[in-house]
């Protein structure tokens, strides 16, 4: 897709600027052929159908959206008795899906603007809006007009609606505007939408970062204030934000704008600690390789996985935890899944990674100081652990980062390649013992203690 010139459009409070079929260049070849069936029987069935959010955005700066959310007067009841192929779903508030194949397209119904509290329950009048302490909405499942609709969203570029009934595109707030100007844009006041919702911060950083978007100054100056807020959001749903944030093909960007305004550290503690005691280390280079490597993968449309994501991320504060430890009594192996474990546990108090990804990632990470070992037989062992690629994968980002001789990571390249007469050839002219030579500016080897030899037996 091409991007294309659009209006400039000058909004008039609470009535929308409608910019015209020949005045935008969003077609319908371009949306989603399901999209377009519930948005037509929508219509015939007397109901309002709008393509919203993030996919007209796209569609006007000429990319190709991810995902097509359609937003209307139905209830979810309704909804659902126009579609047999629709689920309802959510706690905090009804959505319709509607599944085609693998495909689903999310209904969401119009919903109200912001009402009055209550300041003896935090409750709006209708019982259906609920808020903490400082401000997070908890629950609201007020139904509203378009009109109302809009001011819900979080920024003018995600908050446009393009209508079937016309193919015109409804702007209330600015949002074409905007998305021209490439402008992350809060609607409302700043402050008060962060309270509303922490993780809009976080937003506001991956739409940055996705779509090489500059965050209005006055968006911008409460992140820095309000980044505290973030310890206090439920750590699953950390998790999903996260993965978004990293997985999208912009992390390096990403990862920049959290230290820029301070949220790094009430994100991965551990991590933003030792990357603040050694911000040139092999660990810290480690992170950004593994980033600009995930960044990669996603353009070239391959497969990335939490379980690498993590490992990189957690890397830095493993590396240190790992370093400090000082005991004769226990394997490298095992002092490595220790300090994993380590990290691992306290992160999980901030962000959920689930198990699924966590325990895998454990066996990634142990298995690095295997590869220093290369004499003998059982060194071809490594190769038929089910997680040798990935392991494999993140022993050349070691190397790359000098944190591991570069001749380790050729071996075991080269050693995969071979036969297997070969490979058992190989490893039997290597002499026993024979380890990696550490690398040149590599962090130093910890220290051993001698272990005390026990106390004599006191005499009866």
């Not at 119009?110 to 808020?131: K, P």
């Not at 995930?294 to 990189?312: C, M, Q, Y």
Request: proline share 7%; with cysteine.
């Amino acid at each position: 897709m091409n991007q294309q010139n659009f209006t400039d459009p000058q909004v008039e409070p609470d009535k929308p600027l409608i910019v015209a079929r020949d005045s935008h260049p969003i077609s319908r070849a371009n949306i989603s052929p399901n999209a377009l069936k519930v948005l037509y029987r929508l219509k015939e069935a007397g109901y309002q159908g709008f393509l919203v959010g993030g996919a007209v955005r796209d569609l006007l700066l000429g990319i190709e959206p991810k995902d097509f959310d359609i937003a209307t007067n139905a209830h979810p009841d309704q909804v659902k008795q126009l579609f047999r192929n629709c689920r309802l779903i959510g706690r905090r508030f009804h959505l319709a899906h509607v599944r085609y194949g693998y495909e689903i397209i999310e209904v969401a119904t119009f919903r109200a603007a912001h009402t009055a509290i209550d300041d003896d329950n935090s409750v709006d009048e209708g019982g259906h809006r609920v808020l903490d302490a400082r401000g997070r909405i908890l629950r609201d499942n007020l139904y509203g007009t378009i009109e109302e609709d809009v001011w819900r969203r979080d920024f003018t570029a995600n908050a446009l609606y393009y209508s079937i009934e016309d193919f015109t595109v409804w702007d209330y707030v600015g949002g074409v505007a905007d998305a021209r100007d490439r402008i992350l844009r809060l609607i409302g006041d700043p402050e008060t939408r962060y309270r509303e919702d922490p993780v809009r911060m976080l937003r506001a950083i991956r739409f940055a970062a996705k779509l090489d978007f500059e965050i209005e100054p006055q968006t911008a100056a409460p992140i820095s204030k309000l980044a505290w807020m973030l310890d206090a959001v439920p750590p699953a749903r950390l998790f999903d934000e996260i993965t978004k944030l990293f997985l999208s093909g912009t992390a390096v960007g990403a990862f920049d704008l959290l230290v820029r305004y301070g949220l790094l550290e009430h994100l991965f503690p551990d991590m933003a600690a030792a990357l603040k005691e050694q911000p040139d280390s092999p660990a810290a280079r480690l992170l950004r390789l593994g980033l600009e490597g995930t960044d990669a993968r996603v353009r070239a449309d391959k497969s990335v996985t939490p379980t690498f994501l993590f490992a990189v991320l957690l890397w830095p504060a493993i590396s240190r935890a790992y370093q400090k430890f000082d005991s004769q009594e226990d394997s490298e192996i095992q002092l490595m899944s220790l300090a994993c474990d380590q990290m691992t546990t306290r992160q999980q108090a901030r962000i959920a990674v689930p198990k699924r990804f966590t325990l895998p990632m454990r066996e990634v990470v142990a298995m690095q100081p295997r590869f220093a070992v290369r004499s003998g037989r059982r060194a071809l062992r490594l190769l038929d652990h089910p997680r040798f690629r990935a392991a494999y994968d993140f022993l050349l980002l070691r190397a790359a980062a000098g944190e591991v001789d570069p001749e380790l990571a050729t071996w075991w390249t080269e050693i995969q390649e071979l036969p297997p007469e070969e490979r058992i050839a190989r490893v039997e002219q290597r002499p026993l013992g024979v380890a990696a030579a550490e690398p040149a500016g590599s962090a130093s080897p910890r220290r051993r203690r001698r272990r005390r030899p026990p106390p004599a037996a006191s005499t009866p």
